[in-house]
């Protein structure tokens, strides 16, 4: 057994540049003679652009270049794409207004980039662009959700209604029949909160013309750089694939935020080449980055659950309107409709179910995915909706819940939601979760906080998630405008060292330390002498990135079948050196053998040979690297069950959460330590959005919240110590490894945990944030409403 292969907790290996502060991040790439770049953004959320005078802003000192939505259109740039097309019900495809890199005639929210300044230094950059000066007519904005169908204000002149589609899912005559024939109907009306995503590393980009090559290079912020690279050049036309380079070095962060194009790395990039080839650079501001990254979440919706007379569930109907923002996003049409209607099953065997989804544009910052993407909208929806159904009828929110899991003995299982889960054990989870919860006392714990004057709830949380993204095939006749496959290269060197090369890229996720393990699982060699290159287009095999929590899944899979073809081409040239037949040759931790004798050689060997090659096998090539593709067939399904408990203060409002399990089933796991780690980090996620955070905006469109000072953040203090449990015994049919994914199942389950946890503690539902003052009035409303009884 290899000392540090799959399975085995170690300590990551980027972490020694991480804590010591030698990471290298965009904003610390500086080169010789470069200029900087300031965005002035639109001050309105709605306005005509009248004029731009630039000749005062390219009076100012240091000044190279002042760029505008005119200039990009005079150099035949294109406008920033949607990379996924949905059609709506009647079969019509989605109505997309232009998305221009600066805005060109209009501007549609507020940050919306109006021109760009090119200069010597950041300072003289700012200043140059507060000073131009560009005359808007201010027209009324349309801000609200709720509003925007019938607004009579069009974000967009091509989209009538402000609608971008209308897009259905499910078996809508089924789900009437059987709600005609319900013993019980639960209704909720609820919505999923606006997210700003705070990445610790804002965004950043630093593009380079070489007049010599007539080649560019952008580093960027990025979580994906190959397709950063495919949209740059293919739809915005920066230049050539071949004639662009991209570089995601260290990431801090992304969260969904960092997957999609922006308009910022394509123009830096392109202004390089206005004034000559100097590198342009830029970096947000924090207070820039609110209004500028893509938002999150952003949803309202009804929803109803029909039950029989035993409780069982017979049908699920779902109406949501999704805000889309002012423009489409790179990925924002697939979140509210195939990623997140697929997932209304849940993990329950509801038979029936039907959704319908409106999305529309408001003149407000775009939305797009954000850590689970789709997936925590539809695990809040059904998991809230659970729990009022099982307390509207008087079961236990726990039992309700198990009488209506899918039994494990069911799988494969078919949803009516058109995804197919391979393999899952819901009991499982939920058994382990109640008992380090201990459900069972909590009524002695809810008094005891009485006694004290304080109110006590507990919640439950069933998710599941799909990771991984479907086939190509599949996504691709849904809509998809790329492939999800992962690739991979493994190269040895002449004295036995690993270099991997991965089209994925990790900002966090811990990539160098897990797929450094696979590698030395696989081949049997020293974990210590893998070393995994990524995010460098001009380095690594053309890749799909990182998101959905797709990496281990995808990548890894890529990577493991790069590492049998090493395994295969190495039986050979050992079946030689050994003087056997190929048949004969055995392998295992690192050693070729030769069956039932005591003959071998090292992997490290093989390698050698295989670039010395003065004693080799007639006819096989010399040196020893193999690439491999994966198309997965299937998403893989984690699931598990989160038990939040709390207890309010009535005179405040206050929540303080006491206690939180959850327990995962990620199938077979690489890493526990990191595996934790990312339950962590989802859970702080989703703590934040269930108890502080919300992005505001006032009826003109400005954003309320911008800043930390109007923004609620989670702080360590406000958390608990988290009981985080993995459980196995289902591993994913997927891939080889057995593994699904795990960095976003934290913010999927927990937000409804925690919900349930403050409705239990004080008898009505809050909508998220459950702020302080929202609790408080919810508890004094409900007095009322008693004492008036």
Same mark, same amino acid.
């Given at each position: 057994?290899?000392?540090?292969?799959?399975?085995?907790?170690?300590?990551?290996?980027?972490?020694?540049?991480?804590?010591?502060?030698?990471?290298?991040?965009?904003?610390?790439?500086?080169?010789?003679?470069?200029?900087?770049?300031?965005?002035?953004?639109?001050?309105?959320?709605?306005?005509?652009?009248?004029?731009?005078?630039?000749?005062?802003?390219?009076?100012?000192?240091?000044?190279?270049?002042?760029?505008?939505?005119?200039?990009?259109?005079?150099?035949?740039?294109?406008?920033?794409?949607?990379?996924?097309?949905? #059609?709506?019900?009647?079969?019509?495809?989605?109505?997309?207004?232009?998305?221009?890199?600066?805005?060109?005639?209009?501007?549609?929210?507020?940050?919306?980039?109006?021109?760009?300044?090119?200069?010597?230094?950041?300072?003289?950059?700012?200043?140059?662009?507060?000073?131009?000066?560009?005359?808007?007519?201010?027209?009324?904005?349309?801000?609200?959700?709720?509003?925007?169908?019938?607004?009579?204000?069009?974000?967009?002149?091509?989209?009538?209604?402000? /609608?971008?589609?209308?897009?259905?899912?499910?078996?809508?005559?089924?789900?009437?029949?059987?709600?005609? #024939?319900?013993?019980?109907?639960?209704?909720?009306?609820?919505?999923?909160?606006?997210?700003?995503?705070?990445?610790?590393?804002?965004?950043?980009?630093?593009?380079?013309? %070489?007049?010599?090559?007539?080649?560019?290079?952008?580093?960027?912020?990025?979580?994906?750089?190959?397709?950063?690279?495919?949209? =740059?050049?293919?739809?915005?036309?920066?230049?050539?694939?071949?004639?662009?380079?991209?570089?995601?070095?260290?990431?801090?962060?992304?969260?969904?935020?960092?997957?999609?194009?922006?308009?910022?790395?394509?123009?830096?990039?392109?202004?390089?080449?206005?004034?000559?080839?100097?590198?342009?650079?830029?970096?947000?501001?924090?207070?820039?980055?609110?209004?500028?990254?893509?938002?999150?979440?952003?949803?309202?919706?009804?929803?109803?659950?029909?039950? %029989?007379?035993?409780?069982?569930?017979?049908?699920?109907?779902?109406?949501?309107?999704?805000?889309?923002?002012?423009?489409?996003?790179?990925?924002?049409?697939?979140?509210?409709?195939?990623?997140?209607?697929?997932?209304?099953?849940?993990?329950?065997?509801?038979?029936?179910?039907?959704?319908?989804? *409106?999305?529309?544009?408001?003149?407000?910052?775009?939305?797009?995915?954000?850590?689970?993407?789709?997936?925590?909208?539809?695990?809040?929806? /059904?998991?809230?909706?659970?729990?009022?159904?099982?307390?509207?009828?008087?079961?236990?929110?726990?039992?309700?819940?198990?009488?209506?899991?899918?039994?494990?003995?069911?799988?494969?299982? *078919?949803?009516?939601?058109?995804?197919?889960?391979?393999?899952?054990?819901?009991?499982?989870?939920?058994?382990?979760?109640?008992?380090?919860?201990?459900?069972?006392?909590?009524?002695?714990?809810?008094?005891?906080?009485?006694?004290?004057?304080?109110?006590?709830?507990?919640?439950?949380?069933?998710? +599941?998630?799909?990771?991984?993204?479907?086939?190509?095939?599949?996504?691709?006749?849904?809509?998809?405008?790329?492939?999800?496959?992962?690739?991979?290269?493994?190269?040895?060197?002449?004295?036995?060292?690993?270099?991997?090369?991965?089209?994925?890229?990790?900002?966090?996720?811990?990539?160098?330390?897990?797929?450094?393990?696979?590698?030395?699982?696989? /081949?049997?060699?020293?974990?210590?002498?893998?070393?995994?290159?990524?995010?460098?287009?001009?380095?690594?095999?053309?890749?799909?990135?990182?998101?959905?929590?797709?990496?281990?899944?995808?990548?890894?899979?890529?990577?493991?079948?790069?590492?049998?073809?090493?395994?295969?081409?190495?039986?050979?040239?050992?079946?030689? =050196?050994?003087?056997?037949?190929?048949?004969?040759?055995?392998?295992?931790?690192? *050693?070729?053998?030769?069956?039932?004798? %005591?003959?071998?050689?090292?992997?490290?060997?093989?390698?050698?040979?295989?670039?010395?090659?003065?004693?080799?096998? *007639?006819?096989?090539?010399?040196?020893?690297?193999?690439?491999?593709?994966?198309?997965?067939?299937?998403?893989?399904?984690?699931?598990?069950?989160?038990?939040?408990?709390?207890?309010?203060?009535?005179?405040?409002?206050?929540?303080?959460?006491?206690?939180?399990?959850?327990?995962?089933?990620?199938?077979?796991?690489?890493?526990? =330590?990191?595996?934790?780690?990312?339950?962590?980090?989802?859970?702080?996620?989703?703590?934040?959005?269930?108890?502080?955070?919300?992005?505001?905006?006032?009826?003109?469109?400005?954003?309320?919240?911008?800043?930390?000072?109007?923004?609620?953040?989670?702080?360590?203090?406000?958390?608990?110590?988290?009981?985080?449990?993995?459980?196995?015994?289902?591993?994913?049919?997927?891939?080889?490894?057995?593994?699904?994914?795990?960095?976003?199942?934290?913010?999927?389950?927990?937000?409804?945990?925690?919900?349930?946890? +403050?409705?239990?503690?004080?008898?009505?539902?809050?909508? =998220?944030?459950?702020?302080?003052?929202?609790?408080?009035?919810?508890?004094?409303?409900?007095?009322?409403?008693?004492?008036?009884?």
């Amino acid at each position: 057994m290899v000392e540090k292969g799959i399975g085995v907790r170690v300590v990551r290996k980027e972490d020694q540049r991480f804590v010591t502060g030698k990471g290298r991040y965009t904003d610390d790439i500086n080169q010789p003679g470069q200029a900087y770049a300031y965005f002035v953004r639109s001050p309105h959320a709605h306005a005509r652009i009248v004029s731009i005078d630039k000749a005062s802003a390219e009076s100012m000192p240091g000044v190279l270049a002042v760029l505008t939505g005119e200039d990009c259109a005079a150099d035949g740039l294109g406008n920033n794409v949607c990379g996924w097309l949905v #059609k709506s019900k009647d079969g019509s495809p989605m109505k997309m207004g232009p998305h221009p890199l600066l805005a060109q005639g209009k501007v549609r929210y507020v940050g919306d980039p109006v021109a760009v300044i090119v200069a010597d230094t950041y300072q003289q950059a700012k200043d140059a662009g507060e000073a131009l000066e560009v005359e808007y007519d201010v027209l009324e904005p349309v801000v609200s959700l709720a509003d925007a169908h019938d607004a009579g204000v069009l974000v967009h002149d091509e989209v009538p209604n402000n /609608l971008v589609y209308d897009w259905e899912l499910g078996d809508k005559a089924a789900v009437d029949a059987a709600f005609a #024939k319900a013993a019980h109907v639960s209704r909720i009306d609820l919505v999923n909160n606006r997210l700003v995503p705070n990445a610790m590393e804002p965004r950043a980009a630093v593009g380079h013309y %070489d007049p010599g090559s007539d080649s560019f290079t952008c580093y960027v912020t990025s979580q994906n750089p190959h397709v950063h690279r495919l949209v =740059m050049s293919a739809f915005i036309g920066i230049a050539p694939e071949h004639k662009l380079r991209v570089v995601a070095p260290d990431v801090g962060g992304g969260f969904g935020s960092k997957i999609f194009i922006y308009s910022e790395e394509c123009v830096v990039t392109w202004a390089s080449k206005k004034i000559g080839g100097r590198p342009v650079k830029w970096t947000a501001e924090r207070g820039e980055a609110f209004i500028s990254d893509a938002h999150g979440r952003d949803h309202i919706t009804h929803a109803e659950l029909a039950l %029989d007379a035993e409780g069982n569930c017979l049908a699920l109907r779902v109406n949501t309107k999704a805000n889309l923002g002012a423009y489409m996003s790179t990925f924002s049409s697939s979140i509210p409709t195939y990623l997140y209607a697929t997932l209304l099953a849940g993990q329950y065997k509801t038979p029936a179910i039907y959704a319908d989804v *409106q999305a529309y544009y408001t003149n407000t910052v775009p939305v797009d995915a954000y850590r689970g993407a789709g997936r925590p909208e539809a695990s809040f929806l /059904l998991e809230v909706l659970m729990d009022q159904a099982a307390r509207e009828i008087g079961m236990d929110p726990a039992e309700f819940r198990r009488k209506n899991f899918i039994p494990k003995d069911a799988f494969p299982y *078919q949803t009516p939601v058109a995804l197919v889960y391979d393999v899952g054990n819901y009991e499982a989870t939920l058994d382990e979760a109640l008992r380090l919860a201990d459900y069972k006392n909590f009524p002695a714990r809810r008094a005891e906080s009485e006694r004290r004057g304080k109110l006590r709830g507990i919640g439950i949380s069933c998710y +599941i998630e799909a990771c991984g993204i479907a086939p190509s095939s599949v996504v691709g006749s849904l809509g998809a405008g790329v492939g999800l496959w992962e690739s991979a290269k493994v190269r040895f060197t002449h004295t036995g060292k690993v270099q991997v090369f991965t089209g994925t890229h990790t900002h966090g996720q811990g990539h160098e330390t897990t797929f450094a393990q696979v590698v030395a699982d696989k /081949l049997g060699v020293p974990y210590e002498d893998v070393e995994v290159i990524h995010g460098d287009t001009d380095k690594t095999p053309v890749g799909m990135g990182t998101y959905g929590s797709r990496s281990l899944a995808v990548g890894g899979e890529a990577l493991v079948k790069a590492c049998n073809k090493i395994v295969e081409k190495g039986k050979k040239i050992a079946a030689h =050196m050994l003087e056997a037949a190929e048949a004969d040759i055995e392998f295992k931790n690192g *050693q070729f053998s030769v069956a039932g004798t %005591d003959k071998s050689v090292s992997m490290a060997q093989v390698a050698f040979t295989a670039y010395v090659p003065h004693n080799y096998p *007639q006819g096989l090539e010399p040196g020893l690297e193999e690439s491999a593709f994966f198309d997965p067939p299937n998403f893989t399904y984690p699931a598990g069950t989160y038990v939040c408990e709390v207890e309010v203060d009535p005179a405040t409002g206050v929540v303080q959460i006491v206690r939180f399990v959850a327990v995962d089933d990620f199938g077979n796991v690489v890493n526990p =330590m990191i595996v934790e780690g990312q339950v962590h980090g989802g859970l702080a996620q989703g703590i934040g959005q269930a108890l502080l955070e919300g992005a505001v905006y006032d009826e003109g469109g400005q954003l309320l919240t911008g800043s930390y000072m109007d923004y609620g953040m989670p702080r360590a203090d406000m958390l608990p110590d988290f009981e985080v449990v993995t459980v196995s015994g289902t591993a994913c049919t997927a891939n080889s490894l057995g593994v699904k994914g795990c960095g976003e199942a934290g913010a999927i389950g927990s937000p409804p945990a925690v919900i349930n946890a +403050i409705t239990d503690a004080i008898g009505v539902r809050v909508e =998220m944030p459950a702020t302080p003052e929202k609790v408080w009035r919810a508890i004094q409303s409900t007095r009322l409403a008693r004492a008036a009884e």
